[in-house]
């Protein structure tokens, strides 16, 4: 494929895209702010899922969540499988990312606490939820060697999270 018909793509993309927006009317000010998931408050979930809320996220008892469209997940390899630990140094929580891009994680005696799709590249993730919502940052992978593989993330809005591979 040549440099010309990936710029006619991206052109035919950037002007549907904007067609989309013009005839819907969402503008810049209309627009849903992003929401950090990872520091919602709350300690039900819905039933259709729930965010990745901390605390249980999540946006009260019953019901799904309404039809959002999420980005295609996008992870590097090596940070694909089950992980445990939690906010700062704390455990009890299970982080699970396949290699499409989705994740769900739980929390020992509260069941599943957020699910989404992870978006990431060398230095930057970002989680999003089926709301909506969005935690973006960065993220460290670390193989300290002797089969421990440590993955933290750094949140911009909302902390530091560390796992170890599990």
């Given at each position: 494929m040549?440099?010309?018909?990936?710029?006619?793509k991206i052109?035919?993309?950037?002007?549907?895209s904007?067609a989309?927006a013009?005839?819907t009317g969402c503008t810049?000010e209309t627009?849903?702010p992003?929401?950090d998931?990872?520091t919602q408050?709350?300690?039900?979930?819905?039933a259709?899922?729930g965010?990745a809320?901390?605390?249980g996220?999540?946006?009260?008892a019953?019901?799904?969540?309404?039809?959002?469209a999420l980005p295609?997940g996008?992870?590097?390899?090596?940070i694909v499988?089950?992980?445990?630990?939690?906010?700062g140094?704390?455990k009890g929580?299970?982080?699970?990312?396949?290699?499409?891009?989705s994740?769900?994680?739980s929390?020992t005696g509260?069941?599943v606490?957020?699910?989404g799709?992870v978006?990431?590249d060398?230095?930057?993730i970002a989680f999003?939820?089926?709301?909506?919502?969005q935690?973006?940052?960065?993220?460290?992978y670390?193989?300290?060697?002797?089969g421990?593989?440590v993955?933290?993330?750094?949140f911009?809005?909302?902390?530091?999270?560390s796992?170890?591979r599990?």
């Amino acid at each position: 494929m040549g440099t010309n018909s990936t710029v006619r793509k991206i052109s035919a993309v950037v002007v549907l895209s904007l067609a989309v927006a013009a005839f819907t009317g969402c503008t810049a000010e209309t627009a849903a702010p992003p929401v950090d998931v990872f520091t919602q408050s709350g300690n039900s979930l819905p039933a259709g899922g729930g965010s990745a809320g901390g605390n249980g996220g999540g946006g009260g008892a019953g019901g799904d969540w309404p039809a959002v469209a999420l980005p295609a997940g996008q992870v590097p390899a090596f940070i694909v499988g089950d992980w445990s630990g939690g906010e700062g140094a704390g455990k009890g929580e299970k982080l699970q990312i396949a290699s499409d891009g989705s994740y769900r994680r739980s929390r020992t005696g509260y069941g599943v606490i957020g699910q989404g799709v992870v978006v990431a590249d060398t230095h930057r993730i970002a989680f999003f939820g089926p709301d909506g919502s969005q935690a973006p940052g960065s993220y460290e992978y670390v193989d300290a060697g002797g089969g421990i593989e440590v993955l933290s993330f750094t949140f911009d809005n909302d902390g530091y999270y560390s796992y170890v591979r599990i």
